[in-house]
Structure formats: structure tokens, C-alpha cells
């Protein structure tokens, strides 16, 4: 693919260029308990808020008892060489940085959300008015950025830090000493969605192929899950303000219309407090 | 549907918001109405079909109206309202890759087309009209296809991301522009004094104008259902959602048999379709139904891929 680059401000995809960092993960699935560290050390490191998640594990359960599997799948942001999200962002906030993380300029970013509708991975969210620490940036778009703070200092992300099994290495993919392209080259690995064109640059190994569908995300959901996304629906401060969840439990004529209403209600509610954000 | 549950089920996810919401689908449908307005504003001065001529200044200024309320609702629902100056054609800031920014660009430019339009037939400064006529109706398709153009470039929303995308949203526009004219027309009706009053044979042969419409999106509407029969990625799940699942309601009921089966009915039916009420109904049946497509064209994949 020659030198496909997205938007003006866009920096080309480094993967495989001389000269040039690319730096990427493996998650080693086979090493990975699901022991949620990488989401704990996250969640702390940055101050995500409640309900929104840099780095998260999805887990599926295969098979009939007493031949029972469960499967677990770190997510996160995958860093693509061709990032959707960057193309369209309509004031450059979402931007390439040379050594491939893509990254987020609070300041720039008006909260329009169309980077999130674009990410086919879900790995964005819209940062709530409520921050544990005031100064910490609201309202705008976040993500994870493969902790560049850290790795510009010599340090590993603080999820591969976190990481009990020693599942996820990140390194410089470019250098074919590093850890990260070692792996690649010795394992079969495999991408989220690679059909959509990004160009992913989170690459696991031994991956159960169902969990990676989101037609098996949706269909498969357990009556746990479903009950616990409606009631995060119901209940989420921020759910209230984008205005947009519909609870499928209630999708008549008049269930639709009460939402729809609900939603445009709280929506007019919450416009008088949001319209002076920007300011502050 | 896929496989059976036997085969395994999720039992851990983060969950995600529709990022995009009612806000949002009201916004589309008011642009919709009002580049469909403008569009019948513009046949009298610009194409030259004399009998349009005297609901030109009329159906200018509702298309003018209804764009007002849109940028009030684009503003308020940005997480940092008062940062859209971030989007006015800074050239440190505007991103010219993203269709929000050409939309901006567009929905700045369309009403100012629009007013001196306005100005214009007002006047009846024929030439004048005819220019800024066709610069404002380009700018009115521009200002819708790019709403389109918006859903269309994120490519894992799978019915939104199709070619067809901004076509059905242009028709979806011109006739629900033109359903809510007709009622607005109507209403009009009971303040002028009778001789500013809007014939019914003027009704009708809107209605008329609408019936091409209807027809031409129910064409699209089958093209794009017959593709996704495919069932490539997840084209089956948005098919169970929109015929039977979640959005049956916007879909099936209100957009396809509300807004466009029974006005078309309606419309083909020879001397119903020169009854005022009965134009006037399915005027108002397609408008409502429009804005049905608006709901589950933005939310029903954000429904879906919440879950992945």
C-alpha cells in the first residue's frame, strides 16, 4: 500500500520503514489470565472515569460442560497505522505521532464524538463533566495513547508493566530485536478487524476467533450481561447528555417514543449547565 | 442468527454509549426539510415552472427557519459547546480530510445563499433570483449530501457505510421537505387573506412531486436491503434489528409502511390524490416517516457494535 495517509496533517504509517519507530503490542493470549491488572493499573494511572475504559477485557465462555473454555481478550486502543478516527476528526485534536501512537489534544477537541462513531473498536470515549481531579481534562474525547508519557522515558506501558502472566510485550516492531517483533515473527498472530482497513498494530496471539466478531459480541451476550448494559444505560449520568441509548427491552411503538422523548428531555435538560464547558 | 448459544456466550464487556444520539437524528431530518423546501422554493424562479412561483418566497424562508434551529442543536450537543469556533475555517484548526469540516463549510454558506435568494424574489429581481437561486440550491444539496457523506465515511457502520448512503438521505430529503411545506402551506392558509391563499391543485401536484420521490427511495431502500441479504460482516444483525429486532419501530412501521407504502398509495390513487386532506395526510405521514430513517440510520449500528 504506498503511502496511504489519512488527512493533511497526517503522518504516513511507519510500520516496516527504515529509520523509522513503529512501536506496537502482542498480547499473548495463551499467557493471559484475565486477571484484570492492566485494566486496575490503567483506570488508577489516568483517572478514567466511571464507565469508560482505556484498556478493558472481554471474556466468552466455549464449549459444553464439563468441556468448558473460557477465553479472555484484552482491548484496548490499537494504535493503527491507518487511524479512521485521525481522518475524521474535523480539528486535527486526534493526530499521528512519527513512532505510530495516535494520540489526543484536549485542548483542540470540541466533543464532537464523530472520532468514536468512526473507531470500529470502541476504543474511544467522551470524558464526563465529573473527574476525580477537577484539573484533569472534561468533555473531550480520550483515549488510550500507549502511555507515550511513560514510553519516552523508558518505560514499558503501565498495563505491560501491570501484566501478571507476562502476556503483553510492546516494543519498537521496526527492530527486528525487539521483543514485540521477535514474537511476531516466530507466532502466528492475528488482528482485530482487519477487514476495516486500519491497519492495527495490536496484534495477539492465539486468539479465540468468535470473541473477535461483534456479530458473536452481540448474539452471545449472557442474560447477565444484557441486564447489566441496560442498567448502565439507565443509569449513566453521561448516557443522559449524548441522549442516544436505547434500552432493548422496551422497543414498541410507545417504548421508542418514551425513549426517544426521555432522551431528547434530558438533552434539553442538560443543555443550559454543558453550553458554558468550554470556557472553564 | 449465527451460531447457537450452545456454542458459547459473553460474559464480560466494557460498555459503550451510542455516541450519537436523538439530537443528532433531529438535526439530519431539520436539514433534510429544509433543504427539501428550498428545493420547491427554487423550481419556480431558477427551473422556470411558473405555477411554483408564488410559494417561492414562502417555502425559502421556512428552509431558512428550519436551518436555524440546526445549528443551536449541533452546538448544544458538542461536549465543549463553546469550542465551534474550532470549526470555523481556522486554517491552524480545520481538518480538510473530515466531512464535519465540509459540512461547516456548508452549513455557513447555505443560509446566506438562501437569504440574498430571499432578498431577491421578494424584490422579483428575476436575474438576480436565478443566480443566487442556483448557487443556494447547490449549496442545499451540498449541505444535506455531506450529512450523509458524515455517516457514510466510518466504515465499520455497515448500512451507513454505502454509497448509496448520501443519495437516500438527499431523497429522504426532498420529500419530507416537501410533506412538511405542504402542511406548513395549509396552515398558512388560515392567516393570509384569500387571495395569497395556496390552491389545493397546488397541494396536489406537490404531491405529486413527492410521489417521484417516494418511489425513487423505496428503489434505493431495495437496493441497499438487497445487498445486505448478503449478510457480510454484520449486514444480517442490522437486517433482524430493522425488520424484527430493536428498530422494527422507526423502520419497518414508521419509515417504510407510515411514510413511504401508504402515502404512496395514497398519491397513486387518482382523484384522492387531488384531495386536499388526503394529500395533506400523507404529507404529513411522509415527513414523520423521514424522521423514522433519521432514528435507526444513526443509532441502530451504534446499537449493535455497543456490544463489541
Given at each position: 500500500m504506498a503511502g496511504r495517509t489519512y488527512g493533511y496533517n497526517g503522518v504516513p504509517p511507519?510500520?516496516?520503514?527504515?529509520g523509522l519507530k513503529r512501536y506496537a503490542m502482542v498480547v499473548d493470549l495463551r499467557r493471559c489470565?484475565?486477571?484484570?491488572a492492566c485494566t486496575a493499573a490503567c483506570k488508577t494511572a489516568y483517572?478514567?472515569?466511571?464507565?469508560?475504559?482505556?484498556i478493558w477485557v472481554m471474556e466468552a465462555e466455549t464449549g459444553e460442560f464439563p468441556k468448558t473454555k473460557r477465553h479472555v481478550l484484552p482491548r484496548m486502543c490499537?494504535?493503527?497505522?491507518?487511524p479512521t478516527c485521525v481522518r475524521n476528526c474535523p480539528t486535527k485534536a486526534t493526530f499521528k505521532h512519527p513512532d505510530g501512537f495516535v494520540l489526543q489534544r484536549y485542548n483542540r477537541c470540541?466533543?464532537?464524538?464523530t472520532c468514536m462513531v468512526a473507531c470500529p473498536y470502541n476504543a474511544r470515549h467522551l470524558l464526563t463533566?465529573?473527574?476525580?481531579?477537577?484539573?484533569n481534562p472534561r468533555n473531550v474525547a480520550d483515549k488510550c495513547d500507549f502511555c507515550i508519557v511513560r514510553v519516552t522515558r523508558g518505560l514499558a506501558p503501565i498495563c505491560v508493566a501491570s501484566c501478571t502472566g507476562g502476556a503483553m510485550v510492546f516494543g519498537d516492531?521496526?527492530?527486528?530485536?525487539?521483543e514485540v517483533a521477535r514474537m511476531v515473527a516466530a507466532n502466528k498472530t492475528f488482528t482485530l478487524?482487519?477487514?476495516?482497513?486500519?491497519?492495527?498494530?495490536?496484534y495477539y496471539i492465539g486468539l479465540n476467533e468468535p470473541i473477535a466478531d461483534p456479530e458473536f459480541a452481540f448474539h452471545h451476550r449472557s442474560e447477565q450481561l444484557h441486564d447489566r448494559y441496560n442498567t448502565f444505560k439507565k443509569n449513566s449520568e453521561l448516557g443522559e447528555e449524548l441522549a442516544g441509548n436505547i434500552i432493548d427491552t422496551d422497543t414498541g411503538f410507545f417504548g421508542i417514543a418514551r425513549q426517544g422523548l426521555h432522551n431528547m428531555i434530558n438533552f434539553i435538560a442538560t443543555a443550559p449547565a454543558k453550553f458554558f464547558r468550554g470556557l472553564f | 442468527m449465527g451460531a447457537t448459544p450452545m456454542d458459547g456466550q459473553m460474559i464480560a464487556n466494557a460498555f459503550h454509549h451510542a455516541y450519537w444520539g436523538f439530537p443528532l437524528s433531529l438535526y439530519f431530518w431539520l436539514v433534510g426539510g429544509s433543504a427539501g423546501s428550498f428545493v420547491v422554493s427554487t423550481l419556480?424562479?431558477?427551473?422556470?415552472?411558473?405555477?411554483?412561483k408564488p410559494i417561492a418566497f414562502f417555502a425559502s424562508n421556512t428552509a431558512i427557519v428550519m436551518l436555524m434551529i440546526v445549528p443551536m442543536l449541533l452546538i448544544t450537543d458538542l461536549?465543549?459547546?463553546?469550542?465551534?469556533?474550532?470549526?470555523?475555517?481556522l486554517p491552524s484548526f480545520?481538518?480538510?480530510?473530515?466531512p464535519m469540516a465540509w459540512g461547516v463549510t456548508f452549513i455557513l454558506t447555505y443560509p446566506i445563499g438562501m437569504l440574498f435568494y430571499s432578498y431577491f424574489v421578494y424584490f422579483k429581481n428575476e436575474r438576480m433570483a436565478r443566480i443566487c437561486g442556483i448557487a443556494a440550491i447547490i449549496l442545499a444539496l451540498c449541505t444535506h449530501w455531506y450529512t450523509g457523506v458524515v455517516m457514510q465515511l466510518?466504515?465499520?457502520?455497515l448500512p451507513n457505510h454505502a454509497s448509496v448512503a448520501p443519495i437516500l438521505f438527499l431523497t429522504g430529503a426532498y420529500i419530507s421537505g416537501i410533506g412538511l411545506l405542504n402542511i406548513l402551506l395549509w396552515i398558512r392558509n388560515f392567516f393570509v387573506e384569500t387571495k395569497k391563499r395556496v390552491r389545493t391543485s397546488i397541494l396536489a401536484d406537490m404531491g405529486r412531486l413527492m410521489l417521484y420521490g417516494i418511489v425513487f427511495d423505496l428503489f434505493l431502500l431495495g437496493n441497499e436491503f438487497l445487498q445486505m441479504t448478503?449478510?457480510?460482516?454484520?449486514e444480517h444483525t442490522i437486517l433482524y434489528d430493522v425488520l424484527l429486532g430493536p428498530f422494527r419501530w422507526p423502520?419497518?412501521?414508521?419509515?417504510?409502511?407510515?411514510?413511504l407504502v401508504v402515502p404512496l398509495i395514497i398519491l397513486a390513487i387518482p382523484r384522492i390524490n387531488r384531495s386536499r386532506y388526503w394529500v395533506l395526510a400523507a404529507s404529513f405521514m411522509v415527513a414523520s416517516g423521514v424522521f423514522g430513517m433519521r432514528v435507526w440510520w444513526v443509532m441502530a449500528t451504534q446499537f449493535l457494535q455497543g456490544h463489541f
Open positions: 511507519s510500520k516496516g520503514k527504515k489470565t484475565g486477571c484484570n483517572d478514567v472515569p466511571l464507565g469508560d475504559w482505556r490499537n494504535q493503527c497505522d491507518q470540541i466533543g464532537c464524538r463533566e465529573h473527574r476525580r481531579d477537577k484539573r516492531i521496526n527492530d527486528p530485536k525487539s478487524r482487519p477487514e476495516q482497513g486500519n491497519a492495527p498494530q495490536v | 419556480g424562479w431558477v427551473f422556470g415552472v411558473k405555477k411554483y461536549g465543549k459547546p463553546f469550542r465551534f469556533f474550532h470549526l470555523l475555517m480545520t481538518h480538510w480530510s473530515a466510518n466504515p465499520s457502520r448478503y449478510g457480510i460482516g454484520e423502520y419497518l412501521y414508521i419509515e417504510i409502511i407510515w411514510g
